[in-house]
């Protein structure tokens, strides 16, 4: 199997620009981050009443510092920090939230090049490399020049901000060794199939491919989930090294941590229903904890204690639980220690407001590379990842073996008239069919795509640009496969223009039935759904498609709403002239011919009889192709459009 040529740890002589090992990563700019006043409200499905799943949360942190966000299960973590990191709190929410990184407002695009969001679910594509994930996150993320373009105005002013590939390469090789990841460099993710690096090697490769950007915030969503409690330290040590090192600001939310992944952290803020319950340093909760008089007991984990003196689901006495919470929660918001953070968020402003801090744009790599390292992705994951690719070609071609093997050898007598269209009808319809098995594949990358767009990599258009150049080699492939198996066994017509429009038939109709699965995975994400919606579609299609109804006959409302729109009827008709065009058939014993036409005094049967019957015209080839290509176009389209807006 050949690696992809990836820039190795010598590469070039063009990077006097980086500096010490691990330079890039330094915070020499940004002193606090601090947020005042975070109310977030939204709709109670049930009561339909406004409801506050957070409410006047406030908070700062220096740079260099580690924040745990802990809390028990629906207190409002994941919503603070997805309105920390400038991301859509939760579906539907209001927001209310005085944010400022340095005593100042960032616009939207300052903050992303600032910040880095780690989600919980690794975003990792498991048959890459852990370097090759790496490369691809430094590709996705960091402006490059390639060598030899002219240098346009608008160029040179973007190269001052370029990073060139021995840069890259630095940057992959210093973070490989931060995370302790050296050893595994050409070691694979690992799919269902194929086992790859342990999790918590995963999860160190997650942030690292996000701090190849150099941020300088970075936001962690449960790091820890899923992890053993070995693991889990293991991984906060390596951010926690890295942050300290490089004096990064580190906000996490963090489930449950042990005693010694918890004193990882230098604060805490803990919630509970929305409400602020402790905000200050992790050495300091005990004291504060111990003056309300919930003495935290010598042995017992802290953060353990905290989240059971704050949890009232779980609570055998569940009056006394939710007193206990008031209590904490009051305590906490008339507390000396709250109005030292607010004078703290202040004083800091005051500091920093002289100082000012600059907004730069975001760093962002050239669209046209974008599309190209995308294509580069997406194809070492299509010869490597078997479940995807490889499963569909062996299924393809013991599709065409069974179909020429069924139909093996069709004469020219007028038996075998009824067999070839109903070979027609399988051919096509059967392998837009099977596009369903690109469901899962697809929602795959759909996945991939949301998480890395969340962190502003690359829009919907490269991906769905992507998507289309990636699958044609392939599905042309599996064209060519089907038609040389099937074609000549089945005795279709057997000249080579005929056998090459079959292949640009089939190869259309599969591009219209993967798009249509594009379609119909990107409006509904979900495996179960979307297979059968697929399939339904599917139905629909073969019923309405000219086979199973003769169109002449078809009814109206199925003729005019579904027939045209159908990218199966084109297909058939374009394969049914492609094959009855010109060949004749014998009628023989008796000469009874089933179509009439023109050779009926020889006894035979011209195939446009066939076509008449359907009433198929020829000579119209280029205009179905024309249709054919404009649903192509129009699902893809429309599936572009739901994945801007999802
Ligand atoms: N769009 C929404 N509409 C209604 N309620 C919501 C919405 N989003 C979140 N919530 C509620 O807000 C609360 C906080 O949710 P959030 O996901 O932030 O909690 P969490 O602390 O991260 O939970 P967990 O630890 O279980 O992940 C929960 O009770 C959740 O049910």
Known sequence: ?????????????????????????????????????????????????????????????????????????????????????????????????????????????????????????????????????????????????????????????????????????????????????????????????????????????????????????????????????????????????????????????????????????????????????????????????????????????????????????????????????????????????????????????????????????????NKYLVVVTLLHRSFIKSYRDVVAYGIRFVMYTGLAIMMGTIWLRLDTSQGSIQPFINAIFFGSAFMSFMAVAYVPAFLEDRGTFIKERANGLYGATSFMITNFLIGMPYLFTIAVIFSVLSYWLANFHPTATSFLTYIMWLFIDLLAAESLVVLISSLFPNFVVSLALVAFANGLWMCVGGFLVNPTILNVFWRYVFHYIDYQTWVFQGMMVNEFAHREYSCGIGCTCMYQTDLAPKCMIAGTGVLDAYGYTQGRTAKWVGILLGIVVGYRMLGWVVLQRS
């Not at 709190?89 to 005593?103: M, R």
């Not at 060139?164 to 050409?186: K, N, P, V, Y």
């Open 1 to 365: 199997m050949t690696e992809p040529k990836l820039e190795s740890g010598n590469a070039a002589n063009d990077d006097l620009e980086c500096g010490e090992d691990g330079a890039h990563l330094d915070n020499a700019t940004l002193g606090a981050f601090s947020w005042q006043k975070v109310t977030v409200t939204v709709k109670d499905h049930k009561t339909k009443q406004a409801k506050e799943i957070l409410s006047n949360v406030n908070g700062c942190i220096k740079a260099g510092e580690l924040l745990a966000l802990i809390g028990p299960s629906g207190s409002g973590k994941t919503t603070l920090l997805n309105v920390l990191a400038h991301r859509e709190a939760t579906s539907g929410a209001k927001v209310e939230s005085f944010i400022l990184v340095d005593g100042t407002k960032p616009s939207l695009k300052a903050f992303q090049r600032l910040s880095s969001y780690v989600e919980q679910e690794d975003a990792l594509i498991g048959s890459l490399t852990v370097r090759e994930t790496l490369y691809f996150a430094a590709c996705l993320s960091l402006p490059r020049l390639v060598r030899g373009l002219f240098l346009s105005n608008h160029i040179l002013r973007k190269k001052k901000s370029s990073v060139t590939a021995g840069e890259r390469t630095r940057r992959i090789d210093s973070l490989l060794g931060a995370f302790g990841l050296h050893g595994q460099a050409q070691t694979l993710i690992g799919t269902p199939v194929r086992k790859g690096i342990s999790g918590g090697q995963k999860r160190r490769v997650s942030v690292a491919s996000q701090l190849i950007t150099s941020p300088k915030i970075l936001f962690l969503d449960e790091p820890t989930s899923g992890l053993d409690s070995a693991a889990s330290y293991e991984v906060m040590s390596f951010i926690r090294t890295v942050a300290k090192q490089h004096n990064l600001l580190v906000i996490a939310s963090i489930h449950q941590p042990s005693t010694s992944t918890f004193k990882l952290f230098d604060k805490l803020l803990l919630l509970s229903a929305g409400k602020t319950c402790y905000y200050g340093p992790v050495h300091q909760v005990k004291p504060y904890f111990d003056g309300l008089g919930f003495p935290l007991p010598i042995m017992m984990n802290p953060a353990e204690f905290l989240l059971e003196q704050t949890n009232v689901d779980f609570a055998r006495d569940r009056e006394h639980a939710c007193f206990r919470l008031g209590k904490i929660q009051d305590s906490w918001a008339n507390s000396p220690e709250a109005l030292a953070v607010l004078n703290q968020i202040g004083q800091r402003r005051e500091e920093m407001e002289q100082q000012g801090f600059s907004s730069e744009e975001p760093l962002r790599s």
